[in-house]
């Protein structure tokens, strides 16, 4: 049952990806470049979108929040460094 | 009806009404199975579970035992459905290049910057991918499993995540496209 939710959570979520064009390399050079803006609009909706419905389901007490990913300053900075060069030749 | 229907056949959606869809699934993951979507998280469970079974002792660490246990996870599935979802959008776009001739190496800009080679594609992303991958595991996660899964939650790690991401991947930029950045 858990593993039909993670299907068709997957699904909605490549389904998303595809169709804000996160897909193409295009896109997401151009983003880094700041002659396309698409990536950075999506990224910003869906965290906008998911920080309200979030916290305010955890408000009405529905939901407590999963392990959050852990903050270590330099180690979160440097993984976010190489993962940059990665993205930016890529493109995925 | 015939609005939305049409809707879904165009190859583009507003940036908007994607991360709409993205964030609300993002809010489902948490409100029916507990977890936050990630990507890059099970692409490490996977590798731990076919390096345990090559080499049990080189990959019996700290790392694959406990911070990412190996095995079909969660993640593993979801990223199944990730991948049939992209092709579902391509599908429903008439994108889908499955079997085509150029389906690798489709992208015109990536063609003029690094030329038309199809191997060029190949061998570039498998080491882009290899310093995504290692960069999300050094981070704690991608764009997706710690940029907005973890940002919805305001957690500091990943808007320092995003800094960096950015700083390095304009720079990259610069340098590949040096005077026509």
Redesign the interface.
């Known amino acids: 049952m858990?593993?039909l939710?993670?299907?068709?959570?997957?699904?909605?979520?490549?389904?998303?990806?595809?169709?804000?064009?996160l897909?193409?390399?295009?896109r997401i050079?151009?983003?880094?470049?700041f002659k396309d803006m698409?990536?950075m609009?999506?990224?910003?909706?869906?965290?906008?979108?998911?920080?309200i419905?979030?916290y305010a389901?955890r408000g009405l007490g529905?939901?407590t929040?999963?392990t959050?990913?852990?903050?270590?300053?330099v180690?979160?900075?440097?993984?976010?460094?190489?993962?940059?060069?990665?993205?930016?030749?890529?493109?995925? | 009806m015939k609005f939305i229907l049409n809707y879904i056949r165009k190859d583009t959606w507003s940036p908007y009404i994607a991360g709409i869809l993205l964030g609300i699934v993002v809010i489902l993951a948490v409100l029916l199975a507990k977890t936050l979507l990630g990507a890059s998280g099970a692409f490490e469970t996977l590798a731990g579970m076919i390096g345990k079974a090559i080499s049990p002792k080189a990959f019996g660490t700290v790392y694959f035992d406990f911070i990412m246990p190996a095995g079909i996870t969660w993640g593993v599935i979801q990223l199944v459905g990730v991948f049939f979802g992209g092709m579902l959008g391509a599908a429903t776009s008439k994108t889908l290049k499955w079997g085509k001739k150029d389906a690798a190496n489709s992208d015109a800009q990536w063609k003029r910057v690094f030329g038309p080679q199809t191997w060029k594609r190949w061998v570039l992303g498998f080491l882009g991918a290899i310093l995504l991958e290692y960069g999300a595991g050094i981070a704690g996660g991608c764009t997706s499993g710690l940029l907005i899964s973890g940002g919805s939650l305001l957690v500091p790690a990943a808007f320092l995540f995003m800094g960096g991401m950015f700083a390095s991947g304009i720079i990259t930029a610069l340098i590949v496209y040096r005077k026509n950045y």
């Not at chain 1, 609009?41 to 920080?51: D, G, S």
Request: cysteine-free; hydrophobic content about 55%; glycine content about 16%.
């Open positions: 858990n593993f939710i993670a299907g068709i959570l997957g699904l909605g979520f490549g389904f998303s990806l595809n169709k804000a064009g897909t193409k390399y295009h050079a151009n983003q880094f470049r698409m990536v609009k999506f990224i910003m909706t869906a965290l906008a979108v998911a920080m419905g979030l389901l529905l939901i929040f999963p959050a990913p852990a903050t270590y300053v180690g979160n900075l440097i993984g976010g460094l190489i993962f940059g060069v990665g993205m930016s030749l890529v493109g995925y």
